[in-house]
């Protein structure tokens, strides 16, 4: 892979000099991604030398509309959007959801005051919803099955005539299932219903087209393609009725005013066209490596199980679950070896409960605290991965030792 690129030497993160220790492995792609230099380069000219205000109506204000509006088509490629104007820039992807959902209810609650959300939603969406019982709107959390996938029956029956927009993930962040999106679309436009989709967990991995997926709106951010932070979008596709959220100079065709971060805008823009030329080469490789640390892990490890869909699921994901031992003390006893991975969603790390997500599959509390997450990335090297590969099971090992739970083998 391209290691030129890799950030970790050039990286000030807390390097372990435990042991001589000075390896550091980055497996916790969902949770923030090094932007791509190429991105970088494309944003600094912005920063100092085209600096106006698109809003200008003199010389200083061409050159960033141009910038801005390159940027739209690109995001735009990347997921097939019919046209560029259906393209609104945000802060991000929390930004997105809140448009997206709060912005189809106040302009449409004429039509009806209920939302369907999948039980697997990202706490972004949870929120919004509660958010919006406030005001008279009703959430029904439709459940999925042991694999994380939504239930298409069960969808189906909750749907009301009252019932305004479903909003569903691509993919979800944690477990790494893709939703069958298409078949949820159907569903949907067949009684008249709008189609809310959060793809930040499957951009820039899958293939996504909002036009053959159907999808009506589609969150997007941008550091999750490798780009900045502090920038997303939200498609809308032209037709759907929606209200603004951020109010003020009618910025974005008046959907979100505040003046526009170009060079946020043109990074998101060039790290759009970059995964669209580069996907399907980096997820090849993520998803080769991948597949080795799957299949060593459950081959070689007594009592570990993989969450998630064992196909349909995005190609940097692996999420394990181990007998006898906590998620939080594995990943402690990695991190002191150098690897970084997760237990569960980044936004929700510091709360330390169980994952809703893995409880809606069905699993038992301390089944859930027994999960350990990974996500590769684009600089990850299959050295990373034979590093990993060492390293897991001395922790395992360790811990079970330790563990009132493990069982104690007959002499
Ligand atoms: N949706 C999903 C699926 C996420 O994983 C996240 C967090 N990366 C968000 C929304 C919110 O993103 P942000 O915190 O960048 O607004």
Do not use: W
């Not at 930004?95 to 959902?101: F, G, K, R, V």
């Not at 090849?284 to 570990?304: A, E, F, P």
């Not at 003390?329 to 070896?337: Q, S, T």
Request: glycine share 8%; hydrophobic share 35%.
């Amino acid at each position: 892979m391209k290691k030129e690129n890799n950030p970790s030497k050039v990286t000030k993160l807390t390097q372990n000099k435990e042991e001589g220790q000075t390896r550091i492995i980055f497996l916790d792609y969902v949770s923030g991604k090094p932007v791509d230099p190429r991105v970088l380069e494309a944003m600094n000219p912005y920063h100092r030398e085209i600096f106006g205000n698109p809003s200008s109506l003199h010389i200083f204000g061409d050159p960033p509309v141009e910038a801005m509006e390159d940027a739209r088509k690109k995001v735009a490629d990347l997921i097939g959007a019919k046209d560029p104007k259906e393209i609104v820039f945000t802060s991000g992807a929390t930004e997105s959801n809140n448009l997206a959902i709060k912005g189809v209810a106040f302009r449409n609650q004429n039509k009806g005051k209920h939302i369907i959300i999948s039980a697997i939603e990202h706490i972004s969406i949870l929120n919004i919803t509660k958010y919006l019982e406030k005001f008279g709107f009703k959430t029904t959390r439709v459940g999925v099955d042991k694999y994380g996938t939504v239930e298409l029956d069960k969808l189906e029956k909750q749907i009301k005539p009252e019932t305004l927009l479903i909003s569903i993930n691509y993919a979800n962040n944690e477990i790494g299932t893709i939703e069958p999106i298409k078949e949820i679309s159907k569903i949907a436009h067949d009684q008249n219903i709008s189609l809310h989709v959060d793809a930040v967990a499957a951009e820039g991995l899958i293939p996504i087209d909002v036009q053959k997926d159907g999808i009506d709106l589609l969150t997007l951010s941008s550091n999750d393609i490798y780009g900045p932070r502090g920038i997303g979008a939200l498609y809308i596709k032209t037709g759907t009725m929606i209200e603004p959220i951020i109010h003020g100079g009618g910025q974005e065709r008046g959907l979100r005013s505040g003046t526009e971060d170009i060079p946020g805008i043109v990074g998101l823009g060039k790290a759009a066209e970059i995964a669209k030329n580069e996907m399907e080469k980096d997820s090849t490789g993520i998803q080769k490596m991948r597949d080795r640390i799957i299949n060593t892990v459950l081959g070689t490890i007594d009592h570990s199980y993989l969450n998630g869909h064992p196909t349909q699921r995005l190609p940097n994901n692996a999420h394990f679950r181990f007998d006898y031992i906590e998620g939080e003390a594995i990943l402690l006893g990695l991190n002191m070896k150098g690897i970084a991975v997760s237990t569960g969603s980044a936004c929700a790390a510091k709360r330390l409960e169980a994952s809703h997500v893995l409880i809606a599959t069905g699993l038992l509390k301390e089944e859930a605290h027994g999960s350990l997450e990974l996500t590769l990335g684009k600089y990850n090297t299959e050295e990373d991965v034979d590093y990993f590969l060492e390293v897991l099971p001395q922790v395992i090992d360790r811990l079970r030792k330790l563990s009132p739970l493990t069982p104690k083998r007959e002499e």
